[in-house]
């Protein structure tokens, strides 16, 4: 069983995205075309949530994870298209030219070869089918000046960044996959064979602000709360400083904004020749 954000994350991951952000992307995608739908690594379905209201009432979604769903998480789902099997993403358990549309959202950082997986995602894919891969850089994160940074000097900010590059390295080393793969993406999906490749940035900018009463924020405050004691990798002090000194700002009561939400959106096509 791999290593799961989810107990940190939670809620927090539905808000990722700007809804006009969404809207652009399911017009660009032309995904109210697509017919049925495989996300692979799903979690709690939070990134299918937010795809399916753009898909046809006639469209189907399979999400595939190797960790399980209860019956109780499973019955929750709104959206009765919605459908759970649980599985390896480096042997799905499809047939070939099953899908027209296979998609996933921050999979590929936790796996220590992420071309295994594209390459079986794009076998289950049909001719012309669409990939849709979203994706970050965690580590472009630490280069923002933000609300609790605003006033470090130089040498403090490259101290920030290199504790961030070496706590970056040593998941690598360890095999738990590249956290800020996100703009490798598209030279990942042309070596697993995928054509008509495409790279979009995601746009949201994450900002609190007092009382903080919006279901967003809060769940932006419970994330930041439990993040240190519940992230399933080592963090380094300036990490751990950095979000003592935020929960610090939202204890206070004050305007915070803070890092980007450095997502890569990155499309392709299984194009036969």
Known sequence: MKKSH???????????????YLDLLAKRLRLSEVKDVLDVG????????????????NTYVTGIDINPLTYEEISKLDDKRIRFIEGNSE??????????MVTCQTLLIHL??????????????????LICISEPN??????????????????????????????????????NGDNSLGELVPILLEEAGFKNIN??????????????????????????KNLVTNYPYELSESEIKEIEEVNEMIKNQEFVAYNPTMLFISTGRKIEE
């Open 42 to 57: 799903c979690g709690k379905f939070h990134w299918t949530s937010l795809l399916v209201k753009y898909l046809n009432e």
């Open 199 to 224: 790279c979009y940035v995601n746009d949201k900018m994450n900002i609190m602000k007092p009382p903080y009463e919006s279901n967003e924020e809060k769940s932006k405050i419970e994330m930041l």
């Open 138 to 175: 965690n580590l472009s994160q630490s280069i923002f000046r933000n609300s609790y940074n605003i006033n470090e000097n130089l040498e403090e900010r490259n101290l920030r960044i290199i504790e961030k590059m070496k706590s970056e390295e040593k998941k690598i080393i360890y095999g």
């Open 6 to 20: 989810e107990p940190i994350l939670g809620a927090y991951r539905n808000n990722w995205y700007n809804e006009d």
């Open 91 to 100: 042997e799905l358990p499809f047939k070939d030219n099953s899908f027209d």
């Open 112 to 129: 220590k070869d992420p071309i295994i997986t594209l390459k079986e995602m794009n076998r289950v894919l049909r001719n012309n089918g």
